[in-house]
């Protein structure tokens, strides 16, 4: 871990008046005893929290906050994305992927509440997406990048090559599932790949599913063109999440035969879903949400290395990209949007805003909701035994969230002054 953010981290620890802490000099990351307020996200009420060894040990119904300057500041799980291409400028199928990148992706996601992230590669030359893994299997054992990162997504490369379908991803890339090439990037990943996106009905591609299942790995539909009868085969052969639904899909679909109704009918099937108001309509977010309802939702953010950067045009996907003022990534020669530059908090107060769920069932579908489906059973929850892993925020009038403290395994990795 690198020194000044140690320092900052213990710095955070000692100073803040509502923390009682002892420091564990043996261990830099864990600090052994210590006890957090702030009013629960599920029912806006005064919590406590105990914490010991960077784990949740006890949670208790305080009377108030002793803390008056916490007046209004909710506590909720830390926030988790199973789904990002890149930030700031960094993409994980670039050439020059490296730890530094990594880290700083790591430590701006921690400012703006998420905990947990998968970095996901898409489509790609075999040989650079064997380098990557091969450098991510290394970059995870790093002591800040390992806290938030439990593993990789593959996106592609075995996807539909049909326009509209294979939405941004570069056509000359993608191809049919080959397990010979997918062990290959298994083993480099240090078999740290958690979840592929895959598109079921390309050759060979239910035997993939069922060979990716047995390694635990998890499976999601995405960029496809899938029938009722193969997505419903992909399903039994194991898949259990639809990547993006909605997007992925060509802009002109039949009314009767297109992959959404199956994946909505499918009650096997978790939906993912990008809510930053661009990749969805609000009724489209509605009415997905009220077929899959709060447990079944996830909330993805799909950022690409151009999120975090001012609006103009860049190169991405070795094309014209344009990043618009409202945040909104296009590519102009297919008139497709090239994944997305907002967060998962922005997710979030969109889903309050279109479906008027609760805040606790939109902190769900980026928290609990993805970390059930990944099986990260230490995380996602407030509750004994997990581990402490914090987002403290403001909620401001419009829904956003007002980050001011993040929490990674029991330490403070982010405070606003
Ligand atoms: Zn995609």
């Known amino acids: 871990m690198n020194n000044t953010i140690s320092i900052f981290a213990f710095l955070c620890l000692f100073l803040c008046t509502n923390l009682h802490t002892q420091s564990n000099a043996d261990n830099k990351m864990k600090?052994?005893?210590?006890?957090?307020?702030?009013?629960?996200?599920?029912?806006?009420?005064?919590?406590?929290i105990e914490i010991e060894d960077g784990k949740i040990l006890r949670i208790s119904r305080i009377e108030k906050?002793?803390?008056?300057e916490m007046e209004g500041i909710y506590i909720a799980p830390g926030l988790i994305d199973h789904q990002v291409n890149g930030y700031l400028s960094h993409a994980f199928v670039g050439e020059e992927l490296n730890l530094e990148q990594v880290q700083k992706i790591t430590k701006a996601f921690w400012a703006r509440g998420i905990t947990t992230y998968v970095p996901t590669?898409?489509?790609h030359r075999s040989d650079l997406l064997l380098k990557n893994?091969?450098?991510l299997s290394k970059i995870i054992q790093d002591e800040i990048v390992?806290?938030?990162?439990?593993?990789?997504?593959?996106?592609?490369?075995?996807?539909?090559?049909?326009?509209?379908?294979?939405?941004?991803?570069?056509?000359?890339?993608i191809r049919e599932p080959n397990w010979e090439e997918f062990s290959q990037f298994y083993e480099a990943s240090g078999r740290n790949i958690i979840e592929v996106t895959?598109?079921?009905?390309?050759?060979?591609?239910?035997d993939f599913i069922a060979k990716c299942r047995q390694l635990g790995i998890v499976v999601a539909l995405g960029h496809h063109n899938g029938t009722t009868a193969i997505i419903q085969e992909a399903v039994d052969?194991?898949?259990?999440?639809?990547?993006?639904?909605?997007?992925?899909?060509?802009?002109?679909?039949?009314?009767?035969?297109?992959?959404?109704?199956?994946?909505?009918?499918?009650?096997?099937?978790?939906?993912?879903?990008?809510a930053d108001g661009f990749?969805?309509?609000?009724?489209?977010?509605?009415?997905?949400?009220?077929?899959?309802?709060p447990e079944r939702t996830i909330l993805v953010s799909d950022v690409i290395r151009l999120a975090g950067l001012p609006p103009g045009t860049y190169e991405d996907f070795d094309q014209e990209v344009v990043v618009t003022p409202e945040g909104k990534v296009m590519m102009p020669a297919q008139n497709v949007l090239a994944g997305a530059s907002f967060l998962i908090t922005e997710g979030i107060k969109n889903m309050m805003a279109f479906t008027q769920c609760s805040l606790a069932d939109a902190v769900h579908m980026a928290s609990r909701n993805p970390a059930r489906l990944l099986g990260l059973h230490d995380r996602g929850e407030i509750s004994p035994g997990k581990r402490a892993d914090f987002v403290l925020f403001k909620l401001n009038k419009d829904g956003s969230m007002d980050i001011r403290k993040t929490m990674v395994n029991g330490v403070t990795v982010f405070e606003v002054e």
């Open 133 to 135: 893994f091969g450098k």
């Open 198 to 206: 895959i598109a079921p009905e390309l050759e060979g591609a239910i």
């Open 65 to 68: 906050l002793s803390d008056p």
């Open 31 to 48: 600090v052994k005893k210590m006890v957090i307020e702030g009013l629960f996200y599920t029912d806006h009420q005064p919590i406590s």
């Open 146 to 173: 390992s806290l938030s990162v439990p593993g990789f997504h593959l996106e592609g490369p075995y996807i539909s090559p049909i326009d509209g379908f294979r939405g941004a991803h570069n056509k000359a890339y």
């Open 121 to 123: 590669l898409t489509s």
């Open 279 to 293: 990749h969805l309509r609000p009724e489209e977010v509605q009415t997905f949400y009220k077929v899959k309802g």
């Open 237 to 274: 052969a194991g898949a259990s999440v639809s990547t993006h639904l909605g997007n992925g899909c060509a802009n002109t679909i039949h009314r009767h035969d297109n992959p959404i109704w199956p994946q909505l009918a499918e009650d096997r099937l978790t939906a993912s879903i990008i």
